[in-house]
């Protein structure tokens, strides 16, 4: 059984949701970078989680009625119960926070991360695996802490997948990915890597409004998922029961 939390980047750095410009934008027409990052990566994840009920969060920005900035707010409003029904349900609770709440800041992975690995706390048996989609600008404050939560999440039935929206520079997000150096925090590493970073901007044409090639883009958000899962069953001496089917499109 694989869970799936969606978190996403309310961070001012993202832009006026009001101007064209912004990957925030609202635009009656047509999807914006966040909405169609969330679409194409959500049908493709939707797949794996069989009640298809996932937990949908924001981080960075301030909500009414007092204007207290949270780093891990329910989209759909109810805390108690943060479900959405299918992507389209959190497509639907996403672009109704971007009516209420202010983007703000700072940017602050680590409330997310935190917030998911409780739960994989709960579950050591294998029977349950935990993902954290977080969709950002790639924008990052809480480096430090960040680093922290994933070393402590590499030894929970977890991973993260981070999809990067926009044109910035992703060094940050090439780092957490730890492919090339294992991540560590005060001299801890990593147990196993959980982290896959995927720049959007890579799958999308020339007009940012197309996806250019589904498949590749399943392939590599999904890329480092099995591997990790894997990985989380023999450092636990765990038998895994019959295998998900693979991916097809």
């Given at each position: ?51 298809k009920m996932f937990p949908a969060l924001g981080f ?41 709440v202010q983007l703000y800041g700072p940017t602050n ?54 999809v990067g929206v926009g044109p910035a520079e992703f ?79």
């Amino acid at each position: 059984q694989i869970n799936f939390t969606v978190a996403i980047d309310f961070t001012a750095s993202n832009g006026n949701p009001s101007q064209p410009t912004s990957l925030h934008y609202m635009n009656p027409y047509q999807l914006n970078a966040y909405g169609m990052a969330l679409k194409a990566v959500g049908e493709i994840i939707q797949d794996y989680d069989s009640d298809k009920m996932f937990p949908a969060l924001g981080f960075g920005a301030r909500l009414p009625p007092d204007g207290r900035v949270s780093h891990e707010f329910a989209l759909n409003g109810n805390p108690q119960n943060p479900y959405c029904h299918g992507i389209d349900g959190v497509m639907e609770a996403y672009y109704r926070s971007l009516k209420s709440v202010q983007l703000y800041g700072p940017t602050n992975f680590a409330p997310v991360i935190n917030h998911v690995a409780r739960y994989a706390a709960s579950v050591k048996d294998g029977s349950q695996y935990f993902v954290l989609l977080i969709i950002t600008d790639g924008v990052i404050s809480d480096m430090a802490q960040t680093k922290e939560s994933i070393v402590n999440a590499s030894k929970l039935p977890m991973s993260i997948i981070i999809v990067g929206v926009g044109p910035a520079e992703f060094d940050a997000m090439e780092e957490l990915d730890g492919d090339v150096v294992r991540i560590s925090s005060r001299g801890r590493f990593a147990e196993r890597d959980i982290v896959q970073f995927v720049p959007f901007r890579d799958y999308i044409d020339r007009s940012g409004n197309h996806v250019l090639s589904m498949a590749r883009l399943a392939k590599d958000v999904l890329a480092e998922i099995p591997e990790q899962f894997l990985s989380y069953m023999r450092v636990r001496g765990i038998k895994p029961s019959p295998a998900p089917p693979p991916y097809t499109p």
